[in-house]
């Protein structure tokens, strides 16, 4: 995810009671051959979004098995959207002992409301022994507790195609005078200067979140997507009128905004759109003979003297309250610590393992990914992964409504504040 076809927007899962209805039929079931009778079972699921993450969960659970031949693993693989709908009842159903899912106001309802287990201390000593950074762990923490095992990460910025920028004399801009002045030479060339693809809605959420964060900072993003702040606030309207500016300028690829995520890459392969903010992980997507000429920059500076805050989520493995395996799922959990299998979901992801290890391998984008985070002043997870459950459908609409022209800034946010309080 990251990210991916349809990223989950964690829709009320405090609220509401989805029961599963032929999930384990619809999705895609992987078995080890059966064991002998009385042999431990382990139900493992996770969202899948391309074949390399596949080929790194069967890889890895087939490492695992070699080692722990009494413990029978089923992966259950799922779509984004399926996954979503169904998560509730996956972790109430008692079928379920290990889940993929993320840090964030979604984990920290799932929580509340008793569904999920912390990690026990001696998985957390593995983790600490197995140098799992420490923020991947804080990153998890709710009431003293640690609820997620933590994966991979990855930050969020511009793609552009290198060759492109070269051919017309332009750097990645750092500021947001740069920024525009590079639109305005794109727009010159004949390419559109930025593609969006918010068919799946979690990009334009992107757009708000960096907007957000570089005029009124983290402290208040955070207030903000608490529900602490109305959408109405004047300093939430100079967020909107400011991305306006630039939609109003013709600066966004019209044809790219109600696509899909995906379908917009091919238009910056070819030179039609210039830049794409997205997360890090879309290097997954990329074509081989294209991959070295794409690079990644952070999201230009708009007030000088604001910190230069990130977005950057965290994916993890969570622990079903009710898992009718709890030896074997710790088993499962110490292999993963101990034998640096993170690596292998980071590295099919294109995203940053949460594990230390010189042994990682280098991915695309890398030295240009690590400087944005080196530079981060701090750490937002992600519109949809941070923002109260209540607050999702309303936001989503209201940035549909903000997209189509006039591009209206009152219209938008009266329509979130009205969503949001029915």
Known sequence: ?????????????????????????????????????????????????????RTAWTRIISEFSKTNPDIAVTQNDYPWAQYQRDLTARLSSGQVDIAFWYAGEGLRDAVENKLLAPLDDDTLALLKKNKFYPATLEGTRIEGEVYGFPLYYYPWGFVYRKSLFQSLGL???????????????????????????????????????YLDLRINGLKFHRKLLRGDVPFTDHRVKKVFNTWASLLRKGYFFKPTIEMNHERVLPYLYRNQVGMMLTGSFVAAKYPAALADDIGFFAFPSIL??????????????????????????????????????????????????????????????????RQVLANAAGLSTFFDREAKAELIGPVFEGLRQFLKPPHDTEKAVLAIEELRRK
């Open 304 to 369: 000088p003297d604001m910190p230069q805050f990130e977005d950057v989520p965290l994916d993890v493995l969570v622990l079903p309250a009710r898992a009718a395996n709890p030896q074997a799922r710790k088993r499962f959990l110490a292999f993963l610590a101990e034998s640096g299998a993170v690596r292998h979901i980071a590295e099919a992801d294109q995203t940053f393992p949460a594990q230390a290890s010189a042994l990682s391998p280098p991915i695309r984008m890398e030295e240009a990914a």
């Open 171 to 209: 750097e990645p801009p750092t500021s947001w005078g740069e920024f525009q002045r590079v639109c305005e030479r794109l727009k010159a060339a004949g390419v559109s200067p930025i593609g969006l693809g918010a068919g799946n809605n979690w990009p334009a959420a992107g757009w708000f979140d």
């Open 1 to 53: 995810m990251t990210a991916t076809e349809t990223k989950p927007s964690i829709h009320k899962l405090s609220r509401r009671r989805v029961w599963l209805k032929g999930a384990v039929a619809s999705c895609l079931v992987y078995s080890l051959p059966s064991l002998a009778a009385g042999a431990e079972q382990l139900f493992v699921d996770y969202i899948l979004s391309h074949g390399a993450q």
